[in-house]
T-cell receptor, first 115, second 115 residues
Framework: DAMVIQNPRYQVTQFGKPVTLSCSQT?????MYWYQQKSSQAPKLLFH???????NEADTPDNFQSRRPNTSFCFLDIRSPGLGDAAMYLC??????????????FGPGTRLTVL | AQKITQTQPGMFVQEKEAVTLDCTYD???????LFWYKQPSSGEMIFLIY??????QNATEGRYSLNFQKARKSANLVISASQLGDSAMYFC????????????FGTGTQLKVEL
């Protein structure tokens, strides 16, 4: 089945130690997104790629970076994780579309713990 | 600015009963799409149903239907014949054509289905 895969599902890191979260997709979608979701809150978009074009949200901290080496893979790098970065990180994909219908397909998420 | 409001932080419903989850939105864009996602405790966001701003009929998908009242700017989700497996967080989200590929999420409603 076509899907969005995130690895690992659970990640524990130490305060200040760089960490990379991985997302891959078999849907061949143009657009890939990274969301941060803290407990009992709505997902917050960090950035997204439209093909190779990177689109950062204005309030995304510089501590968060992303790479998309090819259509299938996208990585989220947290350069110096702080305690406040502990959250669920969701990857999503969609087709690029000029219409309002643009379902996003989500991966299972990576739950990040910062010690 | 686009805004989605979900005023019910938590809802309870008895098994086999119907339940309505409220969602109101604000946008000046005439073309937009409204989505409902379900998020179980495992974390994955599951797409449930979509309604386009120009759709003449309310969307339905199995036990899910959308009560779309455009003049009131509301898009309430109706779940019929609730099941224990429906217990989850439910998010309303909106995409408007002028916003690129981004979704704006509401704060969510936690639904608990009881025996």
């Amino acid at each position: 089945d076509a899907m969005v895969i995130q690895n690992p599902r659970y990640q524990v890191t130490q305060f200040g130690k760089p960490v990379t979260l991985s997302c891959s997709q078999t849907l061949n979608h143009n657009v890939m997104y990274w969301y941060q979701q803290k407990s009992s809150q709505a997902p917050k978009l960090l950035f997204h790629y439209y093909d190779k074009d990177f689109n950062n949200e204005a309030d995304t901290p510089d501590n968060f970076q992303s790479r998309r080496p090819n259509t299938s893979f996208c990585f989220l790098d947290i350069r110096s994780p702080g305690l406040g970065d502990a959250a669920m990180y969701l990857c999503a994909t969609s087709r690029a579309s000029g219409s309002s219908y643009n379902e996003q397909f989500f991966g299972p998420g990576t739950r990040l713990t910062v010690l | 600015a686009q805004k989605i409001t979900q005023t019910q932080p938590g809802m309870f419903v008895q098994e086999k009963e119907a339940v309505t989850l409220d969602c109101t939105y604000d946008t000046s864009d005439p073309s937009y799409g409204l989505f409902w996602y379900k998020q179980p405790s495992s974390g994955e966001m599951i797409f449930l149903i979509y309604q386009g701003s120009y759709d003449q009929q309310n969307a339905t998908e199995g036990r899910y239907s959308l009560n779309f009242q455009k003049a009131r700017k509301s898009a309430n989700l109706v779940i019929s014949a609730s099941q224990l497996g429906d217990s989850a967080m439910y998010f309303c989200a909106m995409r408007f054509t002028g916003g690129g590929n981004k979704l704006t999420f509401g704060t969510g409603t936690q639904l608990k289905v009881e025996l």
